[in-house]
T-cell receptor, first 111, second 113 residues
Framework: GENVEQHPSTLSVQEGDSAVIKCTYS??????FPWYKQELGKRPQLIID?????GEKKDQRIAVTLNKTAKHFSLHITETQPEDSAVYFC??????????FGTGTRLKVLA | DAGITQSPRYKITETGRQVTLMCHQT?????MFWYRQDLGHGLRLIYY???????DKGEVPDGYVVSRSKTENFPLTLESATRSQTSVYFC????????????FGDGTRLSIL
């Protein structure tokens, strides 16, 4: 069936270092891949997204890469700051017209 | 995003009771969604709606009922609440089901005793 695996489940980095979170999916018909950031007790908020006809997208310190052949996509955060600490979720829009979310990565940026 | 609001923010009820969670959006988005969020499971889709009077099941629909008589409202009802339905519930909307981002409400934290 459709699923999204997200790794790692927790990630600790020193302030200023980079963080990478990876998601793999099984549905080759998926064509939209958003990333959400959720701070404690808050709503998930979109931080970046990518569509299947694009391999990479950047927005300041955040980038997403997509490898459709291998069916994985990754979130890259450079020059991490304490305010980047949160839970990050990947998602796919599957071929059966549903959004499926990964189980989340808790990122801690250590000052 | 102030354009989508959920109520109540917190709710405590007892097993067997009926409870309705409200969701209202002001963008006139066609699509609306209900998710539940539990530790270790991420966000799981309960029901979604493509337009007024059109709804469909998601991954975990059992025990839940939805309706959408107006585009802007998408209430979720637990007809006979069970402890396993204790969770945080998020409503979301999007302009299109496909390659458009979802905008989430602030969530409702529901505890069933």
């Amino acid at each position: 069936g459709e699923n999204v695996e997200q790794h790692p489940s927790t990630l600790s980095v020193q302030e200023g270092d980079s963080a990478v979170i990876k998601c793999t999916y099984s549905d080759s018909a998926s064509n939209y891949f958003p990333w959400y950031k959720q701070e404690l007790g808050k709503r998930p908020q979109l931080i970046i997204d990518i569509r299947s006809n694009v391999g990479e997208k950047k927005d300041q310190r955040i980038a997403v890469t997509l490898n459709k052949t291998a069916k994985h996509f990754s979130l890259h955060i450079t020059e991490t700051q304490p305010e980047d600490s949160a839970v990050y979720f990947c998602a796919i829009f599957s071929g059966t017209y549903k959004y499926i979310f990964g189980t989340g990565t808790r990122l801690k940026v250590l000052a | 995003d102030a354009g989508i609001t959920q109520s109540p923010r917190y709710k405590i009820t007892e097993t067997g009771r009926q409870v309705t969670l409200m969701c209202h959006q002001t963008w006139s988005h066609s699509y609306m969604f209900w998710y539940r969020q539990d530790l270790g499971h991420g966000l799981r889709l309960i029901y979604y709606s493509a337009a007024a009077d059109i709804t469909d099941k998601g991954e975990v629909p059992d025990g839940y009922v939805v309706s959408r008589s107006k585009t802007e409202n998408f209430p979720l009802t637990l007809e006979s609440a069970t402890r396993s339905q204790t969770s945080v519930y998020f409503c979301a909307s999007s302009a299109d089901r496909g390659n458009q981002p979802q905008h989430f409400g602030d969530g409702t934290r529901l505890s069933i005793l």
